[in-house]
């Protein structure tokens, strides 16, 4: 069972998230003493509407870059799964075809990776392309019909819980499960932190890393979907930032691209910290040029404060 | 009897066949790729086997093909540069927004260079002294490059490249444009320096092994700083040739361009510490490159079809050339 304690809990494989947790502590204060509008419920609503897709599919991307992969073509399966949802099918028959298609894409990026020796960066950027081209095939332009209940599922809320936070929080939980009650957890942090070691100690290195695709694309898909659910159209380039924005929201909460060290809570903290910049300086009217600025400034700082081991990638 | 050829040790015919033959299947998947497109472009379009034609395609490739250099010499030592989108940009503007007019024109023609200089050691010193993730740190000031020119220009498209600027794309000797001259010059420097320069061992020695290089004296750290400069330098090379070749200056150069340097490197057989193609490899690559794309156009084939094209033959080259010759 999962506690709060074990889902909070800050060991050293966590990575160096303190920083991360102390400015994203500074950042909310801050925001709270100068921006007044900060803590209204519009704002916290739309705050948590923007951060879930890139937590959703940050969490996914946790799993690959513990193994020390990378997957870019996150967005591209967003992107999919958006214009899939717009298809003229039963409901039912759209969602199969989106786990069908992003499984695929998983197991093609793991098989890629684990069997066939090819670069992580460059299977999934080859991916990526493939991926873009086949939504942009089925939806060439935003738009498209979605299921009514697919977009209350994220708009809607139980009580006074808005559904965001369940979609949130769940992603979080299955995240956390699979990370640290499963065995495949453990494999994961044992195959990232020193390959040869796990696999002289009985670690299925391969499928783990096949698997951990294959679970970044399917946290993708669920991402795409509540994406679609928020915005109520499919949009063909949808996912496009997601690829690059959910490794940077991994490595802002101290998860080494390297791999072997990292956690689901911090990779929430970085992704929540960069929905934080982007809510706060739309609420303080920074000019949308200089937000890019401002974010590129703040993620060199958190990435340099976080001096590696290795040198690289 | 004893011949001459079956002496132990001699080299039989078959002998060099087996070399030959393993030679050929050494090569960078960019040479497969080139020579089957060549071999199917006479029944495409009489167009595509112009030799005019070629001219023009390698006088587009330029820029593309110096970035692609620079972003060889840092994924030799398993590095990363996202931030030539950012140099471009950057440079982009601010020679077409007439900021750079009231100074001497030599200034417009060192300011490119000037500026991929300085990224390129604030790249080296994040990645190689400071130790931060190059994906992340080189990205970050691709970021900012970007976002400062957009708040410059408000979101606008600035004015007019210099029209004497576009000589270097327009001049040409015997049909081949200077900016190709620039770019097989550039190679060529490049080349010369991996052949007979000792920062070309430290290069290899860094790609195959850094833990090893570093054991055995070899500077790490500045090794992995001077591929970053020098891959700043040559993108800054690449911009001014890119500003050259357009008349009209533009505030989003693309955010492919960093996909396409890192493809055509990959399909040259250069990867992350993995030097199969040396220089020609990523210059046959963007030539392949830009070739395939002229064919899909003469296909009618439009950006979706294009991208799957494009994921498809670096997957398949990939696997192919990783199963073959290890990690890739």
Redesign the interface.
Known sequence: MITVASYLRVPYRAGAIRLSIGTLLLMVVASIIFLPGFLAGENLSNLLAQSTTLVISALGQTFVILTGGLDVSVGSIISMTTAIMTLDMPAFMRILLCIAVATAFGLVNGYGVARLNVHPIIMTLATMGIGQGLALIILPIPGGRVPDWLSTSVAGSIGPVPNTLVWLIVASLVAAWILYRRPFGLYLFAAGGNEFNARMNGVPVERTIINAYVLSALFACAAGMFLTGRLASGDPKGGATFGIESVTAVALGGVHLAGGIGSVFGTVVGAAILGLINNVMNLANVSAFLQSVAKGGLLLVLVVSQRRKTIGL | MTTVNSKPGAPSASFNGKRVVSWISGLPPAYYVLSILIAVAPAVSATLINPNYWFVILKQSAPLGIAVLAQSLVMRV???DLSVSGVFAFAIYLASSGLLNSYPPLLTVAMPIIVGLLVGIINGV???Y????????T??????L???I??MS??RAPGSTPTWLRVLTNGNVYGLSYSVIIWVATSVLVAIAFRFLIIGRYFRAVGDN?RAAETTGIP??RT?FVSHVTAGFLTGIAALVQISALAVGTIKPGFDTF?NA??AT?LGGV??GVDRGGVAGPFVAVVAFSFLFAMLTVFGIQ??????A???I??LA??IY??RA???
């Open positions: 398993r590095s990363i994040l990645v190689a400071v130790r931060a993730s190059a994906v992340i740190s990205l970050s000031v691709s970021a900012m970007i976002g400062i957009q708040y408000a979101g850094p790490l750290a992995i996909m890192l493809a990959i990867t992350f950006e979706p079809g294009k991208l799957i494009q994921g498809l670096i997957a990939a696997i990783g199963a290890g990690r890739i």
